[in-house]
């Protein structure tokens, strides 16, 4: 997987490294307010990282986004979980601290220029409704809504953004 560097970001593949800094960020309930599982839990943070770095290839996975060095949050790119047929699956996070500053918008949009170059005919996301602020990142990268669905222990919005490169 490479690093992606944007204006302001890099995006830096997830390693076993990261972890501690990774559960740091996810102690923050606040991260968790829209998932089914609290990873302010320390345990549960943990188990998140390392079923993330299960799930990475020589060119989808997770990866760091780092402003100065610093991580400010996590975003990836890899088969759905949770879509059939292993439809490639996007997600965005942002360290509370840092939100709000279009840094969502800017990984994300990064990673979508990178999954388009790969040739992926489309990118698919699952937003919970009620997540104002991740629908608004997926309206302004373009996403069009085609649904809803029980995903991740709630009903989800299901979101596509087809590959208009190819
Ligand atoms: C959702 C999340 C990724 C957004 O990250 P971010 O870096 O703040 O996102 P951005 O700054 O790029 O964009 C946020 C947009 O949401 C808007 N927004 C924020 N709170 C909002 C609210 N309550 N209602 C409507 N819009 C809201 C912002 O105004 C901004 O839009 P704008 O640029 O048009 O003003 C971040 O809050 C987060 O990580 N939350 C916890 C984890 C999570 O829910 N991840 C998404 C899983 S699908």
């Known amino acids: 997987m490479?690093?992606?560097?944007?204006?302001?970001?890099?995006?830096?593949p997830l390693t076993h490294a990261d972890a501690d800094t990774v559960v740091e960020m996810f102690a923050d309930p606040a991260m968790s307010t829209y998932m089914s599982?609290?990873?302010s839990v320390e345990?549960?943070?943990?188990?998140?990282?390392?079923?993330?770095?299960?799930?990475?290839?020589?060119?989808?996975?997770?990866?760091?986004v780092t402003e100065k060095g610093e991580t400010v949050g996590l975003v990836h790119l890899r088969p759905s979980?949770?879509?059939?047929?292993?439809?490639?699956?996007?997600?965005?996070?942002t360290?509370?601290?840092?939100?709000?500053?279009?840094?969502?918008?800017?990984?994300a949009a990064a990673l979508l220029r990178y999954g388009q170059g790969l040739g992926l005919p489309a990118i698919w996301a699952v937003v919970d409704p009620r997540n104002a602020a991740s629908l608004a990142v997926a309206h302004k990268?373009?996403?069009?809504?085609?649904?809803?669905?029980?995903?991740?222990?709630?009903?989800?919005?299901v979101m596509v953004l087809l590959n208009e490169r190819r």
């Open 43 to 64: 345990a549960n943070g943990r188990a998140m990282v390392e079923r993330r770095l299960a799930h990475s290839d020589d060119k989808l996975g997770h990866w760091t």
């Open 141 to 157: 990268l373009g996403f069009l809504h085609v649904g809803e669905g029980h995903h991740y222990g709630a009903l989800h919005d």
């Open 37 to 39: 599982i609290d990873f």
């Open 2 to 12: 490479p690093t992606l560097i944007t204006k302001h970001l890099k995006l830096v």
């Open 81 to 93: 979980f949770e879509l059939p047929a292993s439809l490639i699956e996007i997600g965005w996070y």
């Open 95 to 107: 360290a509370t601290s840092r939100a709000g500053r279009g840094l969502a918008q800017e990984a």
